[in-house]
């Protein structure tokens, strides 16, 4: 098995991480509320931003497998956090699909599997995931 991501410490509560198939990198930075400057993605934003990106990719994938023309479509996402513990508690993903006439069987087909992506999957079921389709 080999490394996905390569990160660096770079101080003051800073990370630089290399995806190391593609070279690209992304740095973190902790939220101001967290002792942090806020100048970057946190890490709990990425975690937000890794399951609206896996819900797009999923329904992206079945819309191709059923030629259902989702390009364009836009993620709002919003992460919520609890005080005690600190951690994400909630995870909203509102989806703005462009303004074309779905057929309704094409729109439950691509709502349904926006549960079954690998991250949404994956988060712990006390992180609520809320989604929200705007067709």
């Avoid at 198939?21 to 890490?43: H, L, M």
């Avoid at 191709?64 to 909630?90: A, H, Y």
């Avoid at 462009?98 to 309704?104: N, Q, S, V």
Wanted: charged share 25%.
């Amino acid at each position: 098995m080999s490394v996905t991501v390569k990160t660096k410490y770079l101080g003051e509560l800073r990370t630089e991480n290399q995806h190391l198939q593609s070279g690209e990198v992304i740095i973190t930075d902790a939220p101001v509320d967290n002792r942090g400057k806020g100048e970057a993605f946190s890490p709990t934003d990425l975690l937000a931003t890794a399951l609206g990106d896996c819900v797009m990719t999923i329904m992206g994938i079945k819309a191709m497998d059923n030629n259902i023309d989702i390009k364009g479509t836009e993620l709002n996402i919003t992460k919520i956090m609890n005080d005690s513990p600190r951690r994400v508690k909630e995870i909203i993903v509102e989806v703005n699909f462009p303004k074309k006439a779905y057929a309704d069987k094409d729109k439950l087909l691509i709502e349904r599997v926006a549960s079954s992506c690998p991250v949404a999957l994956s988060l712990h079921p006390d992180v609520k995931q809320s989604f929200i389709f705007n067709w």
